[in-house]
């Protein structure tokens, strides 16, 4: 299996931890690229990835969140990374949540954006994903951003269903599936920031306040205003204080 990733500012020593960017359902690294470039251009170590089945990573996409955490870890170490800031979008946040747990003294800080425990999805989206791809893809496309449909989150989620027509529904049963968050948030030990947005459709900021109360003192809460769930697209920059306070601690 093979796991494409773009990454910047590796080689050199870090002062930081590098930034790890994990996509969500029907993504890739390249709904990142607004948080990558303006992290590659500050100098910050930091890495975007496809996870397996994904674009241009090879592979059967994960089946459940630990096995995408596992699979993201295995490529971190494969890369000789042995700490980092993980910063997770939707399902990828359950799923840098989960490696959290399963790594403690490898993360340091953890970003969620848009996310919910649990992260429950409708059987109708379920049965959508299986059998109208495309009526699915329209619909997460159409709740995701608060401005309405954007063209160019459409395209690359037909992108990423044309390389594994399978990636839809095998993502969101992961979410489904997934029940072991508040277990999880316990077994990190590290500082979480949550980015929700006030106008988010599908993890609406209540959907997350479980993991804010189990994360206690740890937590950080960054509002983004006008935005929906597609956060990395619609609210750069509130990611991005998001992910500079992880720098500066």
Known sequence: MQVFTIQAN?????????????????????????????LAAEGVPVVALDLPGHSTST?????????????????????????FTLVGHSWGSLIALRAAAI?????????LVGTAFPMRVAPALLEMAEN????????????SHATGPQQQASDWMHS????????????????DQYATGLEDMAASHCPVHFVVGDMDKMTPQKAAQGLIEAAGARASVH???QAGHSLMLEAP?????????CLAD
């Open 10 to 38: 590796l080689s050199a020593a870090p002062q930081v931890d590098p930034v790890v960017l994990v996509h969500g359902v029907l993504h890739d690294h390249r709904v990142w690229l607004p948080i990558f470039n303006t």
């Open 59 to 83: 592979g059967d996409a994960p089946a459940s969140v630990d096995a995408a955490a596992r699979s993201v870890l295995a490529q971190l170490q494969y890369m000789g990374l042995q700490r």
């Open 103 to 111: 790594a403690p003294e490898q993360v340091g800080h953890v970003v």
């Open 132 to 143: 109208q791809p495309e009526e699915a893809i329209a619909l997460v496309n159409r709740y």
């Open 160 to 175: 990423v269903h044309q390389s594994n027509p399978k990636a839809a529904v095998t993502g969101f049963r992961a979410c």
């Open 223 to 225: 509002q983004a205003h």
């Open 237 to 245: 920059d509130t990611v991005l204080t998001a992910i500079h306070a």
